[in-house]
Structures are given as C-alpha cells and as structure tokens.
C-alpha cells in the first residue's frame, strides 16, 4: 500500500459559503449519469463524500447494500454522519482516507465514486489507478468534475472574467486543475481503463431564487474562504481586488436577464472482469 501523500491543497476549504454549495448536491443533480448503473445490494465507496448529503442518497439506492463515504477532513464527516442519521440510514458508514492510498483490499467495491475530487489532486491519474485498484472485476469507476474554463455566463458583468481567471491561477497554484472535466477521459486512459463512457452533464442558474443563490456563495466565498485567504496569501489578488469580484458576482445575481452554466465531464470505467 502506498504511503498517505498530500500531492495539493483543497482550494475551497469548508467556510459556510463552501458548505453552501456542497449541502445542496444531491445523486440526482450531480451523479445522474451513474444511477442507472446502481443495484440492490451493491457494496459503494463514495470519496471526497464532504457534508454527505450525495453519499445518503447513494444508501438508500442500494437497498441490502452499503455504501462508504470518504474524506480528507475529520471534522466535515461528522456532518456528513449527522446527515445519514437524520434521513435514518443504517447502511452508511464514513471514513478519513487519501484517493491516493485507500485503505481497503483490492476489489472490495462494486462502484467507487468520486464527485468534484480530481480537480483538487496533485496526481489525478495515479488515484484514477488506486480507484481502480479497489474496485472489483466488472466493477465501475464513476468521475465527474466541473471544467472551470467552460462555464459560460450573461450578461458579461465585468469583474466575473476576472473571477475566472483568479480563481484557475489559485487552484493551479494549489496543485490543483480547475479544467479537470475535459481531461477525465484522457486521465483514465493513462490510469490504464479502456472500457470508458464518456459524458457530460450541467448546474444552470437563471430563475431569481437560484441566481440568488449561487451569486451569494461566490461573493462571499470569495471574501471569507480559505480560497480568499490563499488568493491573498500567495498574490494572486488584494483583498481590494478580492472585493471588485466579490461586487460584480453580486451586480450579476441582480440582473433580471443574468445566466450561469457549469460544465461537468463525468466517465463511467468498467474494470476488466
């Protein structure tokens, strides 16, 4: 087993702003593409499971299953243990554990999912490998992530291409690839898969409720998160500038005519039986 490696820095952080985001996912809106794919009784590992909510909703599709959710951080999987609790789930269970270093035997998964993850790794391709490693013959390796360079928007508020551009430079700087969604394919053919379906799907944002909604956690995500405090901390912005961003995701939440879309790439592996 390879020794835990920390190969980049989780550009979010899990300021309330972040949570936000992450609380209101669920397997329908994010992982539409692998719910045909469930089974009673199926044994599913869920990585990078934060609050839980999308892990919950894979458990109670499995019936006679049982589902894991994993994280890096300690402290979000009591959130994501109060979340199974409250919707009375009995077949979930939550660990700390590194993509890059699982540890589980080989082919203990029927499915190993991993939503919004291979962005924020340093080695994408090599947890590609150790998804795989514990995933069973015949088995799925289920990916989706954002592609940051693709999301499109209207009306061009000026300051949110500077959000763009601000927001890839600091991922990158973390280790990371914001433009993660396009390479997916590219990454599992490296990892060694060959049986890939490739798709994609999208977040859009344009009633009032939503436009509300998603500008509100950007401006303050990009005022209070731990991606503000890096923006700051390695140069990337000034808590001015930080504040220019911050006002345009506002101006744009307000506009009657306003429209945001978020690409995701998402691949479905079958391992090799």
Partial sequence: MPETRETAVYTH??????????????????????????????RVLDIGCGPGTITADLAALVPDG????????????????????????????????????LGHPDGTFDVVHAHQVLQHVGDPVGALREMARVTRPGGLIA???????????????????????????????????????????????????SDITATSGTWTYATPEERAWWSGLWADR????????????????????????????????????????????EILCRKPA
């Fill in 13 to 42: 952080g899990h300021h309330e702003s972040v949570l936000r985001s992450h609380t209101w996912r669920t397997a329908a809106n994010s992982a539409a593409y692998l719910l045909g794919s469930l089974e009673p009784g199926m």
């Fill in 66 to 101: 049982r589902v894991t959710g994993a994280d890096r951080a300690p402290a979000i999987l009591e959130q994501a243990r109060a979340t199974a609790e409250e919707r009375g789930l009995t077949n979930v269970d939550f660990e700390v554990a590194d993509v890059h270093a």
């Fill in 143 to 193: 990916v989706r992530d954002a592609d940051y360079a693709a999301m499109t928007w209207y009306p061009a508020v000026p300051g949110l291409d500077d959000w763009l551009d601000l927001y890839r430079r600091v991922a990158r700087a973390n280790g990371g690839e914001p433009d993660a969604g396009r390479r997916l394919r590219s990454w599992a053919l490296a990892a060694g898969l």
């Fill in 222 to 265: 990009t005022l209070a998160s731990a991606y503000a405090g890096r923006a700051v901390e390695g140069g990337h912005a000034t808590p001015e500038e930080l504040r220019a961003v911050s006002d345009a995701w506002r101006e744009w939440g307000r506009r009657e005519d306003g429209w945001f879309a978020v690409l995701h790439g």
